[in-house]
């Protein structure tokens, strides 16, 4: 299978899964507290829905109408060139995961973006929300990531991955459950879950990602949940590869393509009702309790490199 | 050569022409000559680099104390294409731009015989040349600050900017008398050569230069000058010294303590590092609350001059615990980092003169929607962002992922200090990265989105087509760069190699891909870019299947219909999160007052709040320095009491002090 092809199917991997992990978390905290819960195919379902809807805009009109397709393709673009279901993808020599990490960040900047076009005092609210945190949150993922880094001096995802599939003691090491750690709750806050932001709140006040995105409607908030979707998928999808990365293919044969997809879908998925399951468990922090946890995801992603530098 | 020498020369000829020329045809004439005199010492640089000779040339007779020593080596060319990149623009953005005093005989001179002097300093081969050069650029910088001296606040930053300059110079002299001292030579290509020794004056020569040059380029605690000097001066001359001068300070570093000071203690380099990591992080913090649209740039100008002196001195710590081949490569990043943000911050110091002159305002809490007003200018200010965001495909990505990768690459089999050193400056980057790209959505969301926050003068003027065709210009060296960093990388690995003496090849770099081999990983900008092409047609095909009716609605206010452009988020609303997390570095003033109604003090009648971020190093180190100062010269006066038979004696007592002297 070609490089091409495996990115290409990571992409659509990717948003299609994330759609589904959306659904999966929201079932998970439904059952969780009692109720039966939409089915897991219900975000896939609204995207489908929204898409055939009038757009309404207010102000700042050409900016609302350009963030959801740099989300997209912002993300789409990481999605293709990160190795996921397996490490031989499109241009895989380039596959240095600080390109996922500014790209990620570029998505952040035009939700940001859209927010204070639209001259509302919740979109301000909610883009000075979201890059206040998502400031404290680049210091732990950068870190943290090297922390990964550290054992092949190499921020190249192929050449981890290959080296993490060939010896899987490693994911037994104090440094990478550290690091892992650290993603877990960058994870959390870049996705919007709880405790950071919760993502199903109507309340205007506590909104930080939300009320960034008020103002879009129809087809365009059909493109942008997409991308946040796919935002999320990508996220936990690249968190479940490095924690665990059994079952990555390492050659580009369609077989081990196939089964690194099932796993990849498994482990994404495991870990999407391990979310949830948090979740349900917790409240949401106050706005400035949210440091506190960034700064302590910071520390641990420190102490990986330390410690993995030290044990080498 | 040639090109060089005819470059420098029609430099020369712009001062000639700014003299000379009739009032009307002054600034366009010595503009002319002067982007000529970049284009081509920004070619001869071009031609240095592509080739692999260094050359020097020594003008005998054109000073009157010694000759004049030039050398264009590869270190020379990299940061002389900053320089020639920065000129051009800011010089063809003052021909549409230049208005009143900026287009008087004295300001025109003093520009170009400041641009001239930034030519100038990295091809200097010896120490009088380069001293020369400094101290021009430096006095000239000085008088066009002083081109709007009715302005109490330039007339401040003025003062600020000399003291501090002088002192650097002072600095940068007598470190540079100590090196010379060890190595008896004055030319830097036989000092290097001389490789002198770790004594005494060794330290001092080291720790004199890079202060000097560390507060040239704004680091922190000798950054004072910086955010005042930056944003009084006139527009291009503000590009020219955030784009182009503070690179010559960190230009310096490269040049003397680098390359010349090679067996200095690696503890030397950390105590600079942690001065980088501190400044980057201090200057991206002020950036993201400075809600003047010129002062926020100034500080994050402090911020990437940071991050470049921690790259610069990561290369020194990793050269001596003998990993020249990181060190090269973080070289790499920091010159990559200094074309990266000469376009960028001349772009945005560039554009913000332009708004300044269509609005009559810098304050960001007054400004808004400037895109419906100045459509051209947002977008190469949001181009400008991006890259100092760091969004892949600018050139401030490609900087600052060369410089993570270099830490990265520190972190693995080195001792424990160059471990220590890669930590450092990974957190470092990793601090300021996210900060910066606060600032940077502040300055394009709050400042040309959204609705104008208050009322514009009605005879405010647009964009012209100078001004656009400089800003154009770097917006596409910005993009281009991003996009083809190879062939650019592949040069400026040659100059690495030199300053820091690795004699592997280092970053390599081709047309698709840049490659570092220290970390094992590469950067495919181009298939990116086509990546990034084709998913956008992608999307826009996907969309065609949904609705494509757009409907023009109200936004949501809670149910209420008068939404005002006072209830936006303002820069001072947006920075306020980061300000409170950040309140023990940052130590902002909040005033809130509250004043009742008569009849009652329970009902509220006017609510203020102000809140001030002053620069706590400034209030700290400073402050006493200047009252002691003040207190000294105030105790002084009593020496001089106006009697003329008291000055006599003086004069008197001080002849014949020089006579015991002498005799």
Redesign the interface.
């Known amino acids: 299978m070609s490089g091409y092809l495996l990115s290409a199917l990571q992409v659509l991997l990717v948003a299609v899964g994330g759609l589904l992990l959306t659904g999966v978390m929201a079932k998970v905290r439904a059952r969780a507290e009692g109720r039966v819960g939409a089915p897991v195919t219900q975000p896939l379902r609204e995207v489908a829905k929204w898409l055939t809807r009038e757009s309404p805009r207010a102000g700042g009109a050409s900016v609302l109408a350009a963030v959801p397709y740099v989300l997209l393709v912002t993300t789409g673009l990481a999605a293709a060139v990160v190795p996921l279901a397996g490490v031989v993808t499109a241009g895989s020599s380039g596959a240095d995961v600080l390109i996922a990490v500014f790209l990620l960040l570029t998505g952040s900047l035009a939700l940001a973006l859209g927010g204070l076009a639209t001259g509302t005092a919740f979109g301000g609210m909610g883009a000075s929300r979201a890059m206040t945190l998502s400031a404290l949150t680049e210091p732990a993922l950068l870190v943290g990531l090297a922390a990964l880094a550290v054992p092949q001096r190499s921020m190249n995802l192929a050449t981890l991955l290959r080296h993490a599939v060939a010896h899987p003691t490693g994911m037994a090491s104090p440094s990478h459950v550290l690091a892992v750690a650290s993603l877990l709750v960058v994870v959390i806050a870049e996705t919007g879950r709880l405790p950071v932001d919760n993502p199903s709140t109507h309340l205007e006040l506590t909104m930080i990602h939300e009320a960034m995105v008020l103002e879009y409607g129809g087809r365009d908030w059909a493109l942008l949940s997409l991308g946040q979707a796919m935002r999320l998928g990508l996220l936990f999808s690249l968190l479940a590869t490095l924690a665990v990365p059994w079952g990555v293919a390492t050659s580009g044969a369609a077989l081990p393509v196939l089964v690194g997809v099932v796993l990849l879908g498994a482990k994404a998925a495991v870990l999407a009702t391990g979310v949830a399951l948090i979740e349900v468990r917790s409240a949401k922090l106050r706005l400035f309790r949210v440091p506190e946890l960034l700064a302590a995801a910071f520390v641990l992603a420190i102490l990986a490199v330390v410690v993995g530098v030290v044990a080498r | 050569m040639t090109l060089l020498l005819a470059g420098l020369a029609l430099g020369l000829l712009a001062v000639v022409l700014a003299l000379a020329s009739p009032s009307r045809a002054r600034v366009v004439l010595a503009g002319t000559s002067g982007v000529l005199a970049a284009a081509l010492v920004g070619a001869a640089a071009v031609v240095d680099l592509a080739g692999r000779t260094t050359r020097t040339v020594t003008i005998t007779s054109l000073l009157p104390f010694a000759p004049l020593h030039l050398r264009l080596d590869a270190l020379a060319a990299a940061v002389e294409l900053v320089v020639a990149l920065v000129a051009i623009a800011a010089q063809v953005f003052a021909v549409g731009y230049a208005r009143g005093r900026l287009r008087s005989r004295t300001a025109t001179v003093l520009q170009g015989l400041f641009v001239l002097a930034l030519l100038v300093v990295p091809v200097a081969g010896d120490v009088t040349t380069f001293l020369f050069a400094w101290e021009l650029m430096a006095l000239t910088s000085l008088a066009l600050l002083l081109v709007d001296h009715e302005r109490p606040s330039a007339r401040a930053a003025a003062v600020w900017y000399g003291a501090m300059t002088q002192g650097g110079a002072a600095a940068i002299t007598l470190g540079l008398l100590a090196v010379v001292r060890i190595t008896h030579a004055t030319s830097f290509a036989s000092m290097a050569a001389a490789r002198p020794g770790t004594g005494v004056l060794g330290v001092v020569a080291f720790v004199l230069t890079a202060a000097g040059f560390a507060s040239k380029a704004g680091a922190v605690p000798l950054h004072v000058w910086l955010p005042r000097a930056h944003p009084e001066a006139p527009t291009p001359v503000s590009a020219l010294m955030s784009g182009a001068m503070t690179a010559l300070g960190l230009y310096g570093v490269a040049r003397v303590d680098l390359g010349v000071l090679v067996e200095i203690g690696r503890g030397w380099w950390i105590g600079l590092l942690v001065v980088g990591v501190l400044s980057a992080l201090f200057g991206a913090l002020h950036a ?1 609350t400075s809600t003047d649209l010129k002062r926020l740039l100034a500080y994050s100008t402090i911020d990437a001059m940071g991050l470049g002196l921690a790259g610069l001195a990561g290369a020194g710590v990793l050269r001596a615990e003998g990993r020249p081949e990181i060190a090269a490569t973080l070289v790499v990043g920091v010159l990559v980092l200094l074309l990266a943000h000469g376009a960028f911050k001349a772009l945005l110091f560039l554009a913000a003169g332009v708004v300044e002159r269509a609005t009559g305002t810098r304050d960001l809490d007054r400004l ?2 400037l ?1 419906g007003l100045l459509p051209r200018t947002t977008a190469a200010v949001a181009v400008a962002a ?1 890259s100092a ?4 495909l600018g050139a401030g ?1 490609v900087g600052e ?1 060369i410089l ?2 270099g ?3 520190g ?3 080195t001792a424990p200090g160059g ?1 220590a050193t890669a ?1 450092v400056g ?2 470092g ?3 300021t ?3 910066t ?2 600032a ?3 300055l ?3 400042g040309f ?3 104008a926050r208050a009322e514009r003068p009605a005879s405010g003027t647009g964009e012209g087509r100078a001004t656009g065709l400089a800003l154009a210009l770097l917006a596409l060296v910005t993009v281009g760069v991003g996009v083809l960093p190879g062939p650019l990388v592949a040069v400026l690995a040659r100059a690495a190699r030199d300053v820091v003496g690795s004699a592997s090849p280092g970053p390599a770099g081709s047309i698709t ?1 840049l ?1 570092l081999a ?7 900008p181009l ?2 870019a086509a ?2 092409v084709a ?2 047609g ?3 095909l996907a ?1 065609r ?14 149910g209420r219909s008068d ?1 005002s ?1 006072r ?3 303002t820069a001072t ?6 300000q ?2 950040f309140a023990d570095v940052l130590r902002p003033t909040v005033d809130v007052t509250v004043s009742h109604e008569e009849e009652s003090r329970e009902i509220e009648s006017v609510l203020a709040y102000r809140s001030r971020v002053d620069d706590a190093v400034e209030r700290a180190l400073y402050d006493p320095l200047v009252r002691a100062h003040d207190a000294l010269g105030r105790r002084a006066r009593i020496l001089a009491n106006g009697s003329v038979h008291r000055y006599l004696a003086y004069g008197f007592v001080a002849l014949l002090i020089v006579l015991v002297a002498l005799g």
């Open positions: 993201v808004g929607g895109v991006g965001a760091s969004v892949p990505f992922w993570v990768e830490f990265v690459a972190l693995g089999r471990v930590l990974l957190v980057v990793a601090l990265s996210g900060l790209a606060v940077m959505v502040k394009l969301g709050v989105l959204g609705r891909s490659t220290s970390t094992a990983t590469s950067l495919r298939g990116l990546g990034a998913l956008v992608l999307v826009v969309a299947g949904g609705s494509r009716v757009v409907r023009a609605t109200r936004a949501w206010a809670c939404l452009p209830m936006q988020y609303s947006f920075a306020e999160p980061v409170r997390v």
